[in-house]
């Protein structure tokens, strides 16, 4: 089962919100990436969780934090968000950080939108 | 730098033909990989075929095989026997080091 689970598939949210996008997998994998996408361009890497530790920020303002509470959970908090952040938000997770062949598998996105 | 060039940004195919779809990639790494990934109108990238540099054999998935050229840092993705659901964006990826570079896509229509 190549699965990863993320909840919501829609977000609308004020400037002013505090919101948290979630993802999940049960696949034993202990990498963990949060990608920006926007329409029709590809994927850009924001963070890379490995064994529940913060290994790549890819200079991401601080108005997004993410959280890897365990192995197979990640979460995307959301504060005080600008127009320019609504995109495609997808998570994504392979067996091990940087060992080949390191296949990432990807969730379904959530779609965001900030008024 | 690793940079993934998709040359074609639009293709299109009719039904039951086959199609190939473009990527070169550079790179000064000797231990990468490569994938070919299809995000249809659902959002969902899934994993359509990988291949490891280090092997000479082209990887093959159904009706899914690349032309993987090592020394020209070519890899193409070919698409048999084109099914309408096959209509998505294709994004050709380079993993090395913990990190996929993505090309820019090349958005695939088949016509019935």
């Known amino acids: 089962d190549t699965e990863v689970t993320q909840t919501p598939k829609h977000l609308v949210m004020g400037m002013t919100n505090k919101k948290s996008l979630k993802c999940e997998q049960h696949?034993?994998?202990?990498?963990m990436y949060w990608y920006k996408q926007k329409a029709k361009k590809p994927p850009e890497l924001m963070f890379v969780y490995s064994y529940e530790k913060l290994s790549i920020n890819e200079s991401v303002p601080s108005r997004f934090s993410p959280e890897c509470p365990n192995s197979s959970l990640l979460n995307l908090h959301l504060h005080a968000l600008q127009p320019e952040d609504s995109a495609l938000y997808l998570c994504a997770s392979s067996q091990e950080y940087r060992v080949g062949p390191d296949t990432q598998y990807f969730g379904p996105g959530t779609r965001l939108t900030v008024l | 730098a690793q940079t993934v060039t998709q040359s074609q940004p639009e293709m299109s195919v009719q039904e039951a033909e086959t199609v190939t779809l473009s990527c070169t990639y550079d790179?000064?790494?000797?231990?990468?990989?490569l994938f070919w990934y299809k995000q249809p109108p659902s959002r969902q990238m899934i994993l359509v075929i990988r291949?490891?540099?280090?092997?000479?054999q082209n990887a093959t998935e159904n009706r899914f095989s690349v032309n993987f050229q090592k020394a020209a840092k070519s890899f193409s993705l070919k698409i048999s026997d084109s099914q309408l659901g096959d209509a998505a964006m294709y994004f050709c990826?380079?993993?090395?080091?913990?990190?996929?570079?993505f090309g820019r896509g090349t958005q695939l229509t088949v016509w019935p």
């Open positions: 990826a380079y993993w090395a080091l913990g990190r996929l570079y």
């Open positions: 291949q490891e540099a280090y092997k000479q």
């Open positions: 790179t000064s790494e000797s231990d990468y990989y």
């Open positions: 696949m034993g994998h202990r990498a």
